[in-house]
């Protein structure tokens, strides 16, 4: 089992910057896919990024490529979403969630652990 604690949510203006993160514990030993996904109201949680093990392969939403990026440190069993250029439409609560194995999935159903959410609102 892992568990994920997410934090470094907030309200930020539109075209600024907010850094999420996303620490994990339990058997985190275990080599895990981990990802970012969100959720606005009344919509469904949509895939943001996701970054394998390793972090040579990372996966982008076509709406954050180019503004997010996703990062990892094993050692501090703990994940980031550096977000920068936000957008009002970026305003959800962001998931973090962990899928165990090699590769870099993108669909929810391959992720078998999740935190409880962090909110981000972006500001016009």
């Known amino acids: 089992q892992v568990q994920l604690v997410e934090s470094g949510g907030g309200l930020v203006q539109a075209g600024g910057s907010l850094r999420i993160s996303c620490a994990a514990s339990g058997r985190t030993y275990a080599n895990y896919a981990l990802a970012w996904f969100r959720q606005a109201p009344g919509k469904e949680r949509d895939h943001v990024a996701t970054?394998?093990?390793?972090?040579?392969?990372?996966y982008y939403a076509d709406s954050v490529k180019g503004r997010f990026t996703i990062s990892r440190d094993n050692a501090k069993s703990t994940g980031y979403l550096q977000m920068n250029s936000l957008k009002p439409e970026d305003t959800a609560v962001y998931y973090c969630a962990a899928s165990r194995g090699f590769g870099a999935p993108t669909d929810r159903i391959d992720f078998a652990w999740w935190g409880q959410g962090t909110q981000v609102t972006v500001s016009s």
């Open positions: 970054l394998s093990y390793s972090g040579r392969t990372a």
